[in-house]
């Protein structure tokens, strides 16, 4: 009698088991994750919000370890790191990466997206899953889409105020051909150069200005060696969240998705900072005496129509499919 208890207690433990879905699989994990902007960035907040997440979920054994300002290299040399597997992730604007992957010019081409809704429509739909899936046949996995934002030109000889006035002046651009093409459109010196020499060759005056958005402005205190901001949103450019391939393929299916949904909720926190910061950095650029100029409207469609030469100039080498998947979405979104 005792044993058929004994048996009969089993049974059930057996199917109360077997009813459970299986243990959450987390390795003790050490994650280093590059940003070359400074931590009072936006992506502090996103990088924090991604931390806390993964620590949740993964009951303690997923940690994230940020690294700023470029400590562990710029943009380019992180996500080559990533490639190689000697780094786990990087916070990365596209545009350094049309090198490795040319399609990501698409999000270089000038006064692409009108607003910050355009531009979450596109990264988080079809055209940013399109995109996903090249970037991991070069060995990059995206995590998500963050805000870099809208950018502005800043420079230390005069207000740009229409597209005449870039005439001459030596604007750092990014290593990037589609940067490289517009700003030479518009008349400027364009130098390529990288993130983190910026600061030093305005400092310097080895270059007159250099071009982003507010909050980076901001935060790598380029104000403070700048006297001309004008508001000229010629391109927005997203951030990447890129996980190694070639370490993420040894990771269980569990920590997969817990990355996943972790940068997506860092996602939206880093976004609603980065455009509530948006603004407050546009005020302390003004308060150090910094002179801010908007476009009228009719110089900025000057602008855009001046613009023109350098889509039609790209688009065989971003891929004409991949600009074309690009205009219809943008053109289905403006019709609703
Ligand atoms: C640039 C970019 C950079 C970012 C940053 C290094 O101008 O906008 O600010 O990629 O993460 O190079």
Known sequence: MKALKYALAAG??????????????????????????????????????????????????????????????????????????????????????????????????????????EADAILDGEFGKHIDAKLEGVGLVNLAYWENGFRNLTNSRRPV???????????????????????????????PMAFGEVFTALETKAIDGQENPFVTIDTSKFYEVQKYLSVTRHAYTPFLVLYSKRLWDDLSKDEQAALRECAVKARDEQRKVSRELSQASLEKIKGSGVIVNELNEQEANRMRDQAKAVWEKHASTIGPETVKMMRDELEKMRKK
Do not use: Y
Not at 103 to 115: A, I, Q, R, W
Not at 161 to 190: C, H, I, P, S, Y
């Open 161 to 191: 105020e229409k597209w005449e006035d870039f005439k001459g002046l030596k604007v750092r651009v990014m290593q990037n051909n589609v940067f490289l093409d517009t700003f030479k459109n518009m008349g400027a010196n364009a130098v």
């Open 12 to 117: 059930v433990a057996v199917t109360l088991l077997s009813a459970l879905p299986a243990a959450a699989q987390f390795t003790e994990r050490n994650i280093r994750l590059s940003n070359g902007v400074n931590e009072d960035h936006p992506n502090g907040k996103g990088v924090e919000t991604f931390r806390t997440c993964l620590a949740d979920k993964s009951g303690g054994k997923m940690k994230v370890q940020g690294f700023w300002g470029g400590a562990l290299g710029g943009d380019l040399q992180a996500t080559q790191a990533l490639r190689s597997g000697t780094q786990e992730m990087v916070v990365t604007s596209s545009s350094p990466l049309i090198g490795i992957l040319p399609e990501l010019g698409v999000f270089d081409l000038p006064f692409l997206f009108s607003n910050e809704k």
